[in-house]
């Protein structure tokens, strides 16, 4: 297949946003939203380091590869509008297979009405897909990594590591409960954007999605809002039949393990039942499960308080034994 | 060097565009612009398919894929104003190529004012980059493709096949006139941003960028405005020492030599004058190369006159014999 037959084959031939004024078909894209703030970003995929044949379908890898990325617009408390595809393609990319890709990205693209609004496809050895999104927030509404204060509660969204699960079955045949579920969480994650949009009744949350484990993105919030952040391991959300798992990657992949992208955050306690309605209202699991430090120090530290109350500090990547 | 210190390296302390609201630093970009309407591509590339450390120095691969990227903006008429670039970085990169990757971007966003506000860097086996850029055209004042009419001017911008005579002596050294003109020409083009710019005062142009060639351009041209179109091969713009060069190449590289990043499109006689006033306020070489055909047939076709006066169908890659 020639590109413009394929760029024909993957063209919308209707826009769902009103704001498009051309989609694809010229040298750019143009869009006018005059009332709203606009957010944008962009994530890369590779081959064998992000996402394997092995264990995803193309279409699982389209959509996976755009839902990370939808997680960023939500991250932000923004609304999905557009998305443009870049793709190196290999040899051994057949066509059917790369039109199941963009059929995984359409799929989760009409589930938040997005359109297709330009990309690129090149030659390559080595398959990668780079999607930058594009989406609408009320004007000042974004939402912020650097928001939170002292005293704030933190909350996450959602349960945690079941996307490392679901890859762990998926490299570790053998009898587990569930297996469906976790596999549709590893393969097809939901970012939440139905809850994130409502935030912007709030008058202030700290906001970041979980693409790299909770431990990082609390990290993140911390230094950014210089503050200090206590996590209580044993109020972190986790799936009914999560403890079937060994209890050493339990506890790994809720802390580290990367892509289940739900929300964490944190919230005046003034405006914590607010945030409940809110989830309730957008079907959303929510859970309290730390706090912002009282005082405010010049140490921006996140704790993690384990099952036995030992608080350590708590890094990126693990924890490090203060004293 | 690690991902933090990498994008603390390269992340821009201030911001040019006074839009911004949120640049790198969060889970994704804000800006706010209600006056105007948004324009965005992305293009990707692939080192040894579209670029080569053998040709080109780190710096020029980042200032020719921005300038790659800028041009789309002009040919929509549209003024730069942010970039995004997702990196993928094999082994066989050092650290101070991939500052000066960058540093060849900011150089020539610099000069337009343009804020990087995003981007990615992942880890891969082929180096590729992609970039996202986002412009800001006045209400209603894009330019397409599509607006060609029957008895407008064809014109073009500077000259043809520069660049890939650049791309020739770099890989057949040799004793060649205005060497470092052709170089810079195919390792640092400058896309005609200003002149783009000054277009919305027309009524109706057409406008594409000349990244595959003026055959390809002007058939794009053609099918999307439903018209016939007429070039003048001896009137397309060439550079005085062009004749150096090979007689097949200098066609080759003139009508279907891509990367010269300049401006094609079509204005009517109406206009044509003040087209000119516009190039020489913004110092633009602009030539009258062809036409758009009188009559409206059903039939979409470009043709180009040879020196011998004889017209052929022009087709993207090459003439098709009539009849």
Redesign the interface.
Known sequence: MDEFSFINSIKQQTYKQSSV??GV???????????Q??????????EE??FSRGTMDPFHIGYRSLAANI???A??G?TPA?Y?????IPNNWSDEELIQLYKGMRHLASVHEMDL????T?????M?I?I????F?N?GK?R???SAKPDDILFVTGTLGDSQAGFYILNNPGSFREKEYYYAKHRMPEPRVAFAKELESLSRVA???ISDGIANEVNEISE?SKVSITIYEEKLPISNSYNQFPPELQREWMLFGGEDFELVGTVSRAEWEYLKAIAEKTHTPLKEVGYVDFSKSNEHNVFGVNHYNKKKLLEKKGYTHME
């Open positions: 004024i051309k078909g010229d040298d750019a894209a143009v869009f006018r939203n005059t009332s703030d606009t957010v944008t970003a962009v994530d890369t995929f590779v380091v992000h997680s960023d617009l991250a932000m923004s557009f443009l595809v870049s793709v190196v609004i330009g990309g690129d090149v030659s390559g050895k080595e990668s780079s930058t999104v594009i989406g927030v004007k974004a912020y990594r650097s906001l970041n999605d950014a």
